[in-house]
Nanobody, 120 residues
Framework: QVQLVESRGDLVQAGGSLRLSCAAS????????MGWYRQAPGKQRELVAG???????NYADSVKGRFTISRDNARKTVYLQMSRLKPEDTAVYYC??????????????WGQGTQVTVSS
């Protein structure tokens, strides 16, 4: 069974740092784009950061310079290093990935979501 499993989020103070990880498991041939999304209460889910198989990255304007996305292809894991956290970063964070699975199909998967709360 293919799945994405995220690390546990946390409660952090404003200005602090936190690293999230998300590991893919199951019958996976390769991983294309990986990314992190977030959804705050009452708001739509938004893209936070994405990284291609060639390590090209993109970020939401609100996190540029504070968050860094990276991936370890050998471990089938994507990371989100979050620094200088702000209360407005409070949200449920989801990882997502386009995975090449058995038969050569490309399927999009989502993690279960993890809560990040930033206190002021």
């Amino acid at each position: 069974q293919v799945q994405l499993v995220e690390s546990r989020g946390d409660l952090v103070q404003a200005g602090g740092s936190l690293r999230l990880s998300c590991a893919a498991s199951g019958s996976i041939f390769s991983i294309n784009v990986m990314g992190w999304y977030r959804q705050a209460p009452g708001k739509q889910r938004e893209l936070v950061a994405g990284i291609t198989s060639g390590d090209n990255t993109n970020y939401a304007d609100s996190v540029k310079g504070r968050f860094t996305i990276s991936r370890d292809n050998a471990r089938k894991t994507v990371y989100l290093q979050m620094s200088r956290l702000k209360p407005e970063d409070t949200a449920v964070y989801y990882c997502a990935a386009d995975l090449v699975v058995a038969g050569g199909s490309i399927v999009s998967y989502w993690g279960q979501g993890t809560q990040v709360t930033v206190s002021s």
